[in-house]
């Protein structure tokens, strides 16, 4: 296989030591208390109504709560199995060899190349700034950074189970993602400049005793324990906004189109919840439109509070602001017009 020097920028890990400096092991115990904390909510949330009685509206939210975890928690954990296996096993010079040589042809298979090469938008970006340093015109590199966790197989059947019977919803997720990706990628070519890419220089983490297994073991590891967490949070926000939030306030918001797309993409950039689960956030979201739970949906895995922080860290402050802004408006616009079209 060819080389491996960004495999662990894609998981977020520690550049190599210098040369003669044996490297240290990563120190398992953050794993384990992520774990912990996972595992001890589930249980305070199984529990909870066995030990103390619950107000109506404890109950609620717990029930919310735990409904969302356990729907999307199979989905997420095959979603970073397949995202691990992708970046441990395929060779690191696979999209050079398969994209299109002009730049204007290479956005959209980039960008469609999000539908059958699964990944969680908090490798999204790492994986970006990888394929760009070998060689891949950035503007590609940005459709599938944008697509791959937006559109992926995973993240589309996840759509599938929260909104049963409504296939509409599935495609127009599908359009309005990849028509934000290609839009985004020619917007670059167009507008882009130079001096707002700056790529943070790595070294490689890759060190020649780790096997091709290990590094899929780490690597979903880490995103699934990392993204569990998200979860979590997020299935913790959406039922405190379901039954906290009064009534009269979600009128507000629910009685105007454009209010109530306006804000659940503010939502989804505030929730930060993995592309493998947001669905199932949306589908509790059931006060509002169907176009507006679309534009949570395309919104989401493209931009949010972690991914901003990300973008910044690798690409620098210039492109992160104008990048996630301009994303912003595209995504809103797609589920606009493919949701009014299709839903």
Avoid at 116 to 129: D, F, H, I, Q
Avoid at 179 to 199: D, F, K, N, S
Avoid at 322 to 338: E, G, H, M, P, Q
């Amino acid at each position: 296989m060819a080389k491996t020097d960004e495999l662990v920028d894609v998981r977020g890990g520690m550049a190599a030591p210098p040369p003669g400096v044996p490297a240290r092991r990563a120190t398992p115990w953050p794993y384990a208390v992520a774990l912990a904390t996972v595992a001890g909510l589930a249980t305070v949330l199984v529990l909870w109504d066995t030990r103390w009685p619950d107000p109506p509206a404890v109950a609620a939210w717990r029930t919310v709560c735990l409904a969302i975890t356990v729907q999307a928690l199979p989905f997420l954990l095959l979603g970073t199995a397949l995202s691990g296996a992708i970046n441990a096993f395929v060779p690191a010079d696979l999209f050079t060899k398969v994209l299109p040589g002009r730049p204007a042809l290479a956005v959209p298979v980039a960008g469609a190349a999000g539908v059958v090469l699964p990944g969680c938008e908090c490798a999204s970006v790492p994986v970006a700034g990888s394929l760009i340093r070998r060689g891949v015109t950035p503007a590609a590199a940005f459709a599938f950074l944008l697509s791959a966790p937006a559109i992926n197989p995973i993240v589309l059947t996840a759509t599938a189970v929260a909104f049963p019977g409504n296939p509409a919803m599935v495609l127009a997720r599908l359009l309005a993602s990849l028509a934000t990706a290609v839009v985004m990628g020619w917007l670059w070519l167009w507008l882009g400049r130079e001096e707002w890419l700056r790529p943070a220089v790595r070294h490689s983490g890759h060190h020649p005793g780790h096997s091709r297994w290990t590094e899929f073991r780490l690597g979903f590891q880490h995103d699934f324990l990392h993204a569990g967490g998200y979860l979590v949070l997020g299935a913790m926000a959406a039922a405190t906004f379901n039954v906290a939030v009064p009534r009269s306030v979600l009128d507000t918001f629910t009685g105007s189109p454009w209010l109530s797309v306006l804000f659940l993409a503010a939502l989804a950039v505030l929730l930060a919840v993995c592309s493998e689960a947001d669905a199932f956030v949306a589908a509790s979201l059931s006060g509002f439109s169907p176009t507006a739970r679309l534009a949570f949906l395309v919104v989401g895995p493209m931009v949010d509070l972690k991914l901003i922080a990300l973008q910044i860290g690798t690409f620098g402050r210039a492109f992160a602001l104008r990048f996630c802004a301009a994303t912003t408006v595209v995504a809103v616009a797609a589920s606009v017009l493919i949701g009014g079209a299709l839903l």
